[in-house]
C-alpha cells in the first residue's frame, strides 16, 4: 500500500487549505483512513478518520467546525478540508489507513500558516 499526501502550502490566517491522500496498492473495503498533524518535538495527534466503506467519520474536538474528511471512490483519494486556518495549525500533516490499526503512512505534507 502506498499514499501520497499533498496540498500542503504557505497561508495566511484564516485561509483554506484542502489536502489530498492518493492510495494506491490494495482493495480498500474494511479500510479506515485518517489524517494526523506533528510538530517537531511534540507527539503526532489525530486529525480525523474516515471508513473507507462506511463513509462514516470522526472529527476531532480540536478541529470540529473547521476541518472535514471526505472520500472519492473513483480515484481512491481522500481529502481533508481545512478552514479558518490558524498559526497553531502549522505542522506537518500525515494520512494513514489500516484495517485494526495505521499500518500505512503517507510521507506528510507541511503546512504552514501565517498571522
Known amino acids: 500500500v502506498q499514499l501520497q499526501a499533498s496540498g500542503g502550502g504557505s497561508v495566511q490566517a484564516g485561509g483554506s487549505l484542502r489536502l489530498s491522500c492518493v492510495i494506491s496498492?490494495?482493495?480498500?473495503?474494511?479500510?479506515?483512513l485518517g489524517w494526523f498533524r506533528q510538530v517537531p518535538g511534540k507527539e503526532r495527534q489525530f486529525l480525523a478518520h474516515?471508513?473507507?466503506?462506511?463513509?462514516?467519520?470522526t472529527i476531532d474536538e480540536s478541529v470540529k467546525g473547521r476541518f472535514t474528511i471526505s472520500r472519492d471512490n473513483t480515484n481512491n483519494t481522500a481529502y481533508l478540508q481545512m478552514n479558518s486556518l490558524k498559526p497553531e495549525d502549522t505542522a506537518v500533516y500525515f494520512c494513514?489507513?489500516?484495517?485494526?490499526?495505521?499500518?500505512?503512512w503517507g510521507q506528510g505534507t507541511l503546512v504552514t500558516v501565517s498571522s
Open positions: 494513514a489507513v489500516g484495517a485494526a490499526s495505521y499500518d500505512y
Open positions: 496498492g490494495r482493495t480498500f473495503s474494511g479500510l479506515h
Open positions: 474516515i471508513g473507507w466503506s462506511t463513509r462514516i467519520s
